[in-house]
């Protein structure tokens, strides 16, 4: 078994990466701040259940998030759950031991030998409503939107996400087809 492909969006400097991995030996290699060491930090909070940080959110998720709530929220139907999200695709053959992972398989197929694994550290329409509320009324705190944004998201943000982790089933366009909640 090897991972064979990583994607990250929305993780510090990480905003929609992908990176696949040679069969044998695979070397991160960039300037400093390019991020080497935050996809590293991604896979080890998702993995090892590490908590995530305001400083976690890439920078331009974090304006986007603010302009809804000190603006205008989106209706719903245009709100897309959103986050971070980390994809492990996973591939294996006839010779691995698929007793660690029989549970992870989603189809009985001969021909996939691959199995995605996908965390999500998101925030959902109904926290968003919730958090837009709770801004509304912070008190306490003066300054412009933006500085009390940055404070209320800074203190508060952990209670609107929540983790999700499954291995999931997508079609040849990308789109989930099936999933196992882990």
């Known amino acids: 078994m090897k991972i064979k492909k990583v994607q990250v969006k929305n993780y510090r400097l990480l905003k ?11 070397l991160v290699i960039g300037k400093n701040n390019c991020g080497k060491t935050s996809l590293l930090l ?10 995530f940080k305001p400083d ?22 245009n709100y897309i759950t959103n986050g ?8 294996y053959n006839e010779c691995d031991d698929l007793s660690n992972i029989n549970e ?9 030998n691959q ?7 998101v925030l959902t329409y109904e926290k968003l409503l919730k958090m837009k509320s ?17 404070y209320f998201f800074k203190n508060e943000f952990d209670e609107y996400y929540h983790r999700n982790e499954q291995s999931i089933l997508l079609d040849e366009n990308n789109n989930i087809v099936d999933f196992i909640d882990l």
């Open 56 to 77: 976690d959110f890439n920078i331009d998720y974090k304006k986007k998030l603010s302009e809804f709530i000190i603006n205008t929220l989106p209706s719903e139907d």
């Open 84 to 91: 971070i999200y980390l994809k492990l695709f996973i591939e």
């Open 134 to 150: 709770d801004f509304d009324t912070l008190t306490g705190f003066n300054g412009t939107n933006e500085e009390r944004f940055k």
């Open 16 to 26: 929609d990466f992908s990176l696949d991995l040679e069969n044998e030996l695979s």
């Open 115 to 121: 199995i995605i694994l996908h965390f999500e550290y």
């Open 42 to 51: 991604v896979l080890n909070k998702f993995l090892n259940s590490g908590k």
């Open 104 to 112: 992870l398989m989603m189809d009985l197929d001969e021909e996939n």
